[in-house]
């Protein structure tokens, strides 16, 4: 005869405990989004203003449900953009907590919302139907229809609203596809710098979107430090697809022998890509030597390497070579100079030309940031806030790799 032992009695935190999990979950999704606090958006604010025009309703909005509060990132009336209301206010709350259309066709008869001081007060709602966003597998908001006067949704006026609410989707999607790669690019930069007894090294790259088409490395073997940035034209998922091959051909080719060697092996992987695709690249490689500080260095056409000398005057690197994706079977040569004790040896990509009116004057900015502070990682601080700062429009990605000899 067979006995079964009998289910085990829940604990009766457990279901806190999950409500707790889930609600942790749903944050996280809403934070991969990276929407909350950043203004309003064409995209969405197409899709309210369809749904005001389309069910001739005062108000629409997207709203986000975080922590402690409700976002609206987009709104009709747009001024409405951009408000903050308490969480415990707000009918969009009720909406995320299941995947149905929440509809209140008179809110001073719903006992959920006849005593919120959103029906009691200012703006008056009466009419509330809201359809809940989900993005990463979670709800994370609404689209939401409001009046105030009470009215009713029909069956299919409902749908209408949830298939609005798909295309809201769609755009969190995207959303959620580009906040990955953008996160998948950022692991793949250094996550270590070398410990140098003579050298302080230290990079930083800033994307004008998502993903972006700049990258630097480094490697310190023996007695030499190889350090590169690449620039790939244009901002965005391409150019970001072609930087990570690039930068993997770089990888695979890195040798004692010299960047100039390793470039040409490199660029020849990856030719046909950026043939097929009709892009170039800027880039500047070098190859540090510790004990001496010469430097051997290929520079593709980029022209921002900077020698920079602790009283901030600086030497300019020539540039004499062509970018990576111009002429089919182009080869680089090297180019020499050297980093004395208290010199930096900086390479900054053509984004900080968005913020000067000339080349000279970019160079100038950098060389004296660089100079005035006590670490290449400080100078590098400096030089993105400072670029921050700037209200150019247009601007591109900005990476910046130092090299500074201590002794």
Known sequence: MSTCSPLPTPHPGSSRSSAVADERDRLA?????????????????????????????????IN?????????KSA??????????????SFCTVTVA????????????????????????????????????SANGQRVGSLCLVDDEPRTLTGPEQQMLADLATWVERELERDSEMA????????LLPRTVPTLDDYEVAGTCVTAREVGGDFYGWHAEDDRLDVVLVDVMG???????LAAGLRAALRATASGAGPARGFNLAAALVEDDFAENGSFATAFAAQVDLPTGAVSFVDAGHSLGLVVQADGACRRLPS???????????????????????ETLVVVSDGILDHFATTAEAVSHVAAL?????????????????AARSDATGQDDLTVVAVRRLR
């Open 29 to 61: 999704a809403l934070r991969r989004l990276r929407l909350v606090d950043t203004p309003a958006e064409e995209r969405f604010d197409r899709i309210v203003r369809i749904a005001e025009t389309l069910f001739g309703v005062p108000m629409a909005e």
């Open 64 to 72: 986000l449900i975080d922590e402690d509060r409700q976002y609206t």
């Open 76 to 89: 009709f009336p747009a001024a409405n953009a951009g408000k903050n209301t308490p969480r415990g206010d």
């Open 98 to 133: 299941d995947d149905r259309t929440l509809h209140v066709p008179d809110a001073t008869a719903d006992p959920r919302f006849a005593q919120n001081p959103l029906v009691t007060g200012g703006p008056g709602i009466r009419f509330y139907a809201g359809h809940p966003l």
């Open 180 to 187: 990955y790669a953008a996160d998948v690019q950022a692991r």
């Open 235 to 241: 901002k965005g998922v391409g150019p970001g697809l």
């Open 320 to 342: 004499t070579c062509l970018p990576l994706g111009v002429l089919p079977g182009y080869e680089w040569v090297a180019a020499a100079t050297s980093v004395a004790p208290g």
């Open 370 to 386: 660089v100079s005035a502070a006590p670490t290449a990682r400080a100078a590098l601080e400096e030089i993105t806030a400072a």
